[in-house]
C-alpha cells in the first residue's frame, strides 16, 4: 500500500543527465531561462524520456509521475500535458514546467495525505513539444519544415478539407499550412505516440493568447465510446471556476488538429488552454491562476474511452 501512495510522488531528481544530447538541450534551456528572466530551469533536476527527435537534431522530451507498471495493471487514471506545439507561444512552456516543479516539489514536502490524492493518477508532461520553431532566433507558429503541427494530424476531414480551407479560409498563410501530407511532421508523431503509449483519459495542451478554455471529446453523437457524456463537460466548468471562472468558448477544431484528432475521433476528454498572453513576463501570474484549475484535472477521474482508432505505424 505504501508504495502505491508513493508511487507518484517518487523522487526523480537524477544524479546528473548523461545522454549527451540531452545535456546539451538542457544547457540550451537553461540559457533561455536565464535570458527570459524566469531563473534556474532545473532541466537536470528533470527525470526526461524521449525517443525521437525534432528536424534540427533537438530531443522531444517528456516526464512521467507515477508508475507505468500501475498505470497499466491497476488502470491509472492518466493526463497528459502538451506546452509549447507553437513556438511562438512563449508562455506555455514556463507553465508546463511550473507544472514539474510543482508535482516534485510535492514529491519532497508532501505529508501523507496529499500523497493519498495522487496514489490512482498518472501524470505525463511534454513542455518543449516543438523545439525547433521555440529555439529559433525569432520564435514561429511553424516547425523547422514550416508546417502548423497543429494541423497536421491524420484526421478523418485531413485530405479533403486540410490545404482547401488553409486556401479558402486562411489565403495559405504560411503560419498555417497543414502540410503536404498528414502525420508528416516529427512533432506531430511524438503527440501521437504518447497517446498511443499511455491511452490517457485526459489532455490538456496549453496555448496563448486566445484567453479561453475549450473541450473537444465525446458528445452526444459518439456511440463508440462508453464515456459520460457530461463528465467532461463538468470537469470543463470546474476548471473555469477554479481559475476565476475563466472564459469557456466552444472553439472550432479543425483539420488536422490535436482537438479533432483525439477529442472529437478518439473520443478522448481534451482541453485547450489558452493563456492570456504570450508575455514572457506574466508566466508567474498565470501559474497562479491556473494552478488548481490543472490540479482539478488531475485529481478529478473520468471514465477510459473504448475507442482505439489510432494508426498502427505510428513508431
Known sequence: ????????????????IKDPDLIRFCQKIENDFKAK????????EINWEYHRKSTLGDPIMFTTFGSDADREKLKLDTTVVFCGVHGDEITPIKFCFDIIYDLLDRAQNSDEKEKLKFKDRFIVVAPIVTPDSYFKKKSTRTNANGVDVNRNFPTKDWWKL???????????????????????????IFQMNLVKRFRPQKIISVHAPLT????????????DTKINTTAGHELLVQMSKEA???????????????GNWAGNELGIATYTLELPTSDERKTKDYWGL????IYAAFLN????TETADIPQNVD
Open 1 to 16: 500500500m505504501l508504495r502505491l501512495i508513493l508511487c507518484l510522488f517518487s523522487l526523480t531528481t537524477l544524479a546528473g
Open 37 to 44: 528572466g524566469w531563473g534556474k530551469s532545473r532541466c537536470d
Open 162 to 188: 486540410a490545404l482547401k480551407l488553409w486556401g479558402q479560409n486562411y489565403g495559405r498563410d504560411k503560419r498555417r499550412f497543414p502540410g503536404n501530407r498528414p502525420m508528416s511532421e516529427p512533432e506531430v
Open 212 to 223: 479561453l478554455i475549450d473541450y473537444d471529446g465525446p458528445d452526444k453523437d459518439h456511440k
Open 244 to 258: 476565476n471562472s475563466y472564459r469557456i468558448k466552444d472553439y472550432p477544431f479543425f483539420p488536422g488538429s490535436l
Open 290 to 293: 491556473f494552478q488548481k484549475a
Open 301 to 304: 477521474s473520468l471514465p477510459a
